[in-house]
């Protein structure tokens, strides 16, 4: 991150109101890399019964021995973004309905956080697997003011970054569901700052934008668009434009399959050099007619 962008980051962590409450501690080992795949057929249908032979993980070119392999459904920490900006008026109804529906996806073992933002990003929930007390969460959210999108997507990095697994057992996916429907107004932090830190994660994100069709022909969203579309490209996740708030409960039930049915991989890479450079990640499914999608890749150890 660059100079300005640390004094960006710096100034946003002061803008986010965060409850006090003790976080879980748990810690990783750094050699593995850790991929959460996804696989589909040409059908769009996600396969979950291939083997680790089927599976194949190029670093740089380069292939790798995977040490690691789960296809059962691991635990995940999961941060939720709503877009509370004074737009959402009048959809907050059916946002807050289709967050609920999502929420109650998650597990006992899994952790879930709540993110509001509008000019200012708010941590209404810290990492609980108290569904109800996620569900009152995503209740008590109200519409107003301009909106901080990119903000809230940092914030929900650090918060991710602070959870920690100290067995294999307690190892979880992490990812970001992030739901707007306008223009990023009131953020500190830039485009290029927050997808460097991204790339740095093991977060997938996923993007949702909603657009009205008047709406699209209104106003120009290459920009805006074209930053949620590589923040979920570049991590492993997707990104969604629905054009009515009623198709949002269907938008996040996709995001819910996909979660359920990804593989955990791990490798330990065979660069052994220490520099800190990016390195690009492929990985292949060996059945005809899949295609398996992770994070574009990662930077080495220093």
């Given at each position: 991150?660059t100079?300005a ?7 946003v ?7 006090a409450?003790?976080l879980?501690?748990?810690?990783a080992?750094?050699?593995?890399v ?17 083997t680790p032979?089927q599976l194949?993980?190029?670093e ?7 040490t690691y392999?789960?296809?059962a459904n691991?635990p995940?920490?999961l941060s ?6 004074a737009?959402m008026e ?15 996806r ?8 709540l ?14 697997s ?6 009152r ?6 519409a107003n ?27 979880r ?8 429907d306008?223009d990023?107004t009131a953020?500190l932090i ?10 740095r994660?093991?977060?997938?994100i ?24 590589q ?8 990104s ?14 996709r995001?819910a399959?996909?979660?359920a049915?990804?593989?955990v ?13 990016w390195?690009?990640?492929v990985v ?6 899949t295609?398996?999608?992770t994070?574009?890749g ?5």
């Amino acid at each position: 991150m660059t100079a300005a962008g640390r004094a960006l980051a710096a100034a946003v962590a002061l803008a986010a109101t965060v409850p006090a409450q003790q976080l879980p501690s748990f810690r990783a080992g750094v050699d593995v890399v850790s991929l959460s795949v996804t696989v589909t057929d040409a059908s769009g249908r996600y396969v979950t019964d291939l083997t680790p032979d089927q599976l194949s993980i190029l670093e740089d070119g380069v292939k790798q021995d995977i040490t690691y392999f789960n296809r059962a459904n691991v635990p995940i920490a999961l941060s939720l973004l709503l877009d509370t900006s004074a737009s959402m008026e009048d959809k907050m109804a059916i946002a807050r309905k289709a967050a609920v529906g999502f929420a109650r996806r998650l597990r006992p073992q899994d952790l879930g956080q709540l993110i509001g933002f509008a000019e200012r990003v708010e941590v209404i929930q810290t990492f609980t697997s108290d569904q109800d007390a996620l569900e009152r969460a995503i209740h008590k959210t109200t519409a107003n003011g301009s909106t901080a999108l990119r903000n809230a997507v940092y914030i929900a990095l650090k918060e991710l970054k602070k959870i920690r697994a100290t067995t294999a057992q307690e190892i979880r996916r992490q990812a970001i569901v992030v739901f707007t429907d306008g223009d990023d107004t009131a953020s500190l932090i830039g485009v290029d700052d927050l997808l460097d830190l991204a790339r740095r994660s093991e977060t997938a994100i996923y993007t949702i934008a909603l657009r009205s069709p008047s709406e699209i022909e209104a106003r120009a969203w290459a920009e805006t668009d074209f930053s949620l579309r590589q923040l979920a490209q570049q991590t492993g996740g997707r990104s969604f434009f629905p054009t009515r708030i009623e198709d949002l409960a269907g938008v996040y039930e996709r995001i819910a399959d996909e979660l359920a049915t990804q593989y955990v991989v791990g490798f330990v890479s065979k660069n052994s050099r220490r520099d800190g450079a990016w390195r690009k990640l492929v990985v292949r499914a060996d059945r005809e007619g899949t295609a398996a999608r992770t994070r574009l890749g990662y930077y080495g150890p220093k």
